[in-house]
């Protein structure tokens, strides 16, 4: 499987791109990575929950599973979906729209409102990841964007970006696990040199986050 920049078809709304996903949107599963055995009527799979959950049924067997009938685990991934992946935007963006908000600062308020939420949604439970000792999907969901978060919220004079619960977990699944140390690493240094060099743009921060799920997967799938 291959990570490829829809820069490199020439943008989202290029002919060559819409050819994959009709759309313009991203990310978008080409249907030749598609595992054997779909039903070959789609041209791709578009949406990073519907592939996610496409490649935890496909590689069940193997370990770990990422627990995808997990109903805590389920509702925690979806909640960012809705509520605080819309929001990014007001981090990157050079200017409004960000989300259903006209200026940047309300946006990054109701950004910190949808994480103390999401934060009250955390277990109090003993292990290493989100919901005890076994790696789920939503801990594969949160934490490459709240690398993103965690990197860029100081930036705009927030001095303490992540709750305490999602903080302490952050901090130690980054350190404590291999393959998310690995993401940790490749996601900032990549947030690092886009923004020394100015370049953040509406497509630069999504293609590091969307790269990031396959990434953490590749070596457990």
């Known amino acids: 499987m291959a990570v490829v920049s829809p820069s490199e078809l020439g943008g989202l709304k290029s002919p060559e791109y819409l050819a994959i996903h009709p759309q313009g949107k991203m990310p978008a599963l080409q249907r030749c990575f598609i595992p054997d055995g779909d039903d070959g009527r789609l041209p791709c799979l578009a949406e990073s929950d519907c592939i996610s959950r496409m ?51 309300d946006a990054l308020k109701e950004y910190q409102k949808q994480l103390s939420i999401l934060e009250q949604m955390i277990p109090e439970v003993d292990g290493l990841y989100l919901l005890g000792n076994e790696v789920s999907y939503a801990d594969a969901t949160l934490f490459p964007s709240l690398i993103f978060a965690n990197f860029m919220l100081p930036k705009f004079g927030v001095e303490t970006p992540l709750p305490p619960k999602l903080s302490k977990w952050f901090d130690q699944v980054r350190e404590e696990d291999s393959d998310f140390k690995k993401i940790y690493q490749e996601v900032s240094q990549t947030g690092e040199s886009a923004f020394a060099n100015s370049i953040f743009c509406s497509a630069a921060p999504l293609i590091t986050l969307t790269a990031a799920f396959p990434c953490l997967t590749k070596n457990r799938l």
Do not use: H, T
Not at 80 to 100: E, N, T
């Open 55 to 105: 490649l935890m049924d496909r590689y069940a067997s193997l370990s770990p599973s990422f627990q995808p009938c997990n109903p805590q685990s389920n509702v925690i991934a979806r909640f960012f979906d809705i509520y605080l992946a819309p929001l990014q935007g007001a981090m990157y963006k050079f200017g409004p729209p960000f989300a259903q908000f006209g200026m940047r600062a």
